[in-house]
């Protein structure tokens, strides 16, 4: 709560025409006094000599107050009046003319070193912190001059604020409905710059919106005379440029830097960490060329396979006399499903992949007793080479895809595992044919896009040997219905 006192005093001007005397006429019912903390005095009367205050503390007068000086001819002096409007503010003063010419030469005088401190002090004081001299001989000898100059600049802004969320919801506990976080950033954009003397100089750049580091700088530099043999040393950011193409420089080095002159051999020294790496693009009729390794097992991984063992032990016996390619079968249909990670549902049926189906005895992988293989007379793939097919397609309850766990799980025991001898798969998709290509003389399938580590890759294919038809798997129109696996 504030308090605000006012004080009044009443003044009566006598404008009676009858009266010949002007004069102010006082309420002097006004006894109260205030004291001030900082209390001054007041002119009795206007004393033109006397030294006035120029302290800013001290209020001057107001504009409707104005001073004039008249010359008397009369009595040959000068009349310095202060009037509000018309009316008299203090008693005028009379001054002879050698006082009125020492009043107009101090004066002068006074304004014209008045004016010459107010352009020194803008030449010279530029920054925030003025500049410091240090006497002493030494210390120009040292630094070149007696001057300690640093000029900060920049900005930096700061932003707090508290994020209150609250949600009513009925299954969160009421610790948890409402949570307060307190918000802080800051962005400062620094730059210092300082000097002592005439040969050292600081720079110091900081940004925390610097996209690089590099860009925020920090360099301490000193530069000696022509007649010197120091001539430079450098700490913080440094630069070493070679004018040689054999040996290139370096831009980005943050160390010591020093230039040493002997006579005319000139030795510069950079002890530095390189905080920056060196690119070479090679741009050729327009495109741009860039060298790189691949491993040969790491090309192409995960597109090209064998439907079967078969086909792959004899890939070179069939190749063996080209360019004929003497194979005695030949694939005339086939389907290629993958795991659906592409939601899309066009061509999509719930499938159970075999590792060992129609593989004969050398190349079965599971050592299991579920797997024997029916004849040895069988070698070339079909779902007759081993017991598998029959196996699985006897027990209907395997059509529904949520019962294949439950029933194949018991198989464990004879080390027929899922993951390693199967996989089943849920709504998997089709491969449309251009997504890619098959040899149906060597018995390879070649995707367009590489299979992903959790990707499961599964395959049903017809064709021919020595005119017998083979199948292995079931394909999606041997009349399942789109339910059962």
Same mark, same amino acid.
């Given at each position: 709560?504030?308090?605000?006192?006012? *004080? =009044?005093?009443?003044?009566?001007?006598?404008?009676?025409?009858?009266?010949?005397?002007?004069?102010?006429?006082?309420?002097?019912?006004?006894?109260?006094?205030?004291?001030?903390?900082?209390?001054?005095?007041?002119?009795?009367?206007?004393?033109?000599?006397?030294?006035?205050?120029? #302290?800013?503390?001290?209020l001057g007068n107001p504009d409707n107050i104005t001073e004039s000086?008249?010359?008397?001819?009369?009595?040959?002096?000068?009349? *310095?009046?202060?009037?509000?409007?018309?009316?008299?503010?203090?008693?005028?003063?009379?001054?002879?003319?050698?006082?009125? +010419?020492?009043?107009?030469?101090?004066?002068? *005088?006074?304004?014209?070193?008045? +004016? =010459?401190?107010?352009?020194?002090?803008?030449?010279?004081?530029?920054?925030?912190?003025?500049?410091?001299?240090?006497?002493?001989?030494?210390?120009?000898?040292?630094?070149?001059?007696?001057?300690?100059?640093?000029?900060?600049?920049?900005?930096?802004?700061?932003?707090?604020?508290?994020?209150?969320?609250?949600?009513?919801?009925?299954?969160?506990?009421?610790?948890?409905?409402?949570? $307060?976080?307190?918000?802080? +950033?800051?962005?400062?954009?620094?730059?210092? @710059?300082?000097?002592?003397?005439?040969?050292?100089?600081?720079?110091? =750049?900081?940004?925390?919106?610097?996209?690089?580091?590099?860009?925020?700088?920090?360099?301490?530099?000193?530069?000696?005379?022509?007649?010197?043999?120091?001539?430079?040393?450098?700490?913080?950011?440094?630069?070493?440029?070679?004018?040689? #193409?054999?040996?290139?420089?370096?831009?980005?080095?943050?160390?010591?830097?020093?230039?040493?002159?002997?006579?005319?051999?000139?030795?510069?020294?950079?002890?530095?960490?390189?905080?920056?790496?060196?690119?070479?693009?090679?741009?050729?009729?327009?495109?741009?060329?860039?060298?790189?390794?691949?491993?040969?097992?790491?090309?192409?991984?995960?597109?090209?396979?064998?439907?079967?063992?078969?086909? @792959?032990?004899?890939?070179?016996?069939?190749?063996?006399?080209?360019?004929?390619?003497?194979?005695?079968?030949?694939?005339?249909?086939?389907?290629?499903?993958?795991?659906?990670?592409?939601?899309?549902?066009?061509?999509?049926?719930?499938?159970?992949?075999?590792?060992?189906?129609?593989?004969?005895?050398?190349?079965?992988?599971?050592?299991?007793? %579920?797997?024997?293989?029916?004849?040895?007379?069988?070698?070339?793939?079909?779902?007759? $080479?081993?017991?598998?097919?029959? @196996?699985?397609?006897?027990?209907?309850?395997?059509?529904? %895809?949520?019962? %294949?766990?439950?029933?194949?799980?018991?198989?464990?025991?004879?080390?027929?595992?899922?993951? +390693?001898?199967?996989?089943?798969?849920?709504?998997?998709?089709?491969?449309?044919?251009?997504?890619?290509?098959?040899?149906? @003389?060597?018995?390879?399938?070649?995707?367009?896009?590489?299979?992903?580590?959790?990707?499961?890759?599964?395959?049903?294919?017809?064709?021919?040997?020595?005119?017998?038809?083979?199948?292995?798997?079931?394909?999606?129109?041997?009349?399942?219905?789109?339910?059962?696996?």
């Amino acid at each position: 709560m504030s308090w605000i006192v006012f *004080v =009044r005093a009443n003044f009566y001007y006598n404008n009676h025409p009858t009266l010949s005397n002007q004069s102010f006429i006082a309420d002097t019912n006004i006894t109260d006094t205030v004291d001030l903390q900082f209390p001054f005095n007041d002119q009795d009367e206007y004393e033109f000599f006397e030294e006035k205050k120029t #302290s800013p503390l001290f209020l001057g007068n107001p504009d409707n107050i104005t001073e004039s000086v008249e010359y008397d001819p009369e009595t040959n002096t000068y009349v *310095v009046t202060q009037k509000v409007g018309s009316f008299d503010y203090r008693s005028s003063t009379r001054m002879t003319a050698e006082e009125y +010419q020492s009043y107009q030469f101090e004066q002068s *005088v006074r304004d014209y070193w008045r +004016q =010459r401190s107010k352009g020194d002090a803008g030449n010279v004081q530029t920054g925030l912190f003025p500049s410091l001299r240090l006497g002493g001989e030494t210390f120009d000898k040292i630094f070149g001059s007696n001057v300690i100059d640093i000029v900060p600049m920049g900005s930096a802004e700061l932003i707090f604020g508290v994020n209150i969320n609250e949600v009513d919801n009925p299954i969160l506990s009421e610790n948890l409905k409402k949570t $307060t976080t307190f918000d802080f +950033q800051e962005k400062i954009t620094m730059e210092v @710059k300082g000097s002592v003397g005439d040969k050292i100089k600081l720079g110091i =750049r900081y940004d925390t919106e610097a996209t690089f580091d590099f860009e925020n700088q920090t360099k301490l530099e000193y530069v000696g005379k022509e007649d010197e043999i120091i001539k430079r040393i450098e700490a913080g950011n440094v630069t070493l440029p070679l004018p040689g #193409s054999l040996i290139t420089g370096s831009q980005s080095l943050f160390g010591v830097k020093t230039e040493l002159q002997f006579g005319n051999l000139t030795v510069t020294g950079v002890f530095s960490q390189q905080k920056g790496e060196t690119k070479v693009i090679n741009v050729k009729g327009g495109a741009q060329s860039q060298t790189f390794e691949v491993r040969a097992d790491e090309y192409e991984a995960n597109k090209h396979f064998f439907l079967s063992h078969y086909f @792959k032990d004899n890939y070179d016996k069939i190749l063996a006399n080209l360019p004929v390619v003497m194979s005695p079968y030949n694939i005339t249909r086939i389907e290629v499903w993958v795991t659906n990670k592409q939601s899309n549902f066009e061509e999509n049926r719930n499938i159970l992949a075999l590792l060992d189906l129609a593989e004969n005895r050398e190349n079965i992988f599971a050592s299991s007793s %579920i797997i024997n293989p029916i004849t040895a007379v069988i070698q070339n793939p079909s779902n007759g $080479t081993n017991e598998l097919y029959n @196996k699985i397609t006897a027990i209907e309850a395997l059509r529904d %895809i949520n019962q %294949i766990q439950n029933i194949l799980r018991p198989w464990s025991v004879n080390n027929f595992q899922s993951g +390693q001898d199967y996989e089943k798969i849920e709504n998997a998709r089709m491969l449309k044919p251009n997504e890619y290509t098959f040899n149906d @003389k060597l018995g390879f399938i070649s995707l367009n896009v590489a299979l992903n580590s959790d990707e499961v890759l599964a395959v049903a294919y017809e064709y021919f040997y020595n005119g017998d038809r083979f199948q292995v798997g079931e394909f999606s129109t041997d009349g399942i219905s789109g339910e059962n696996v």
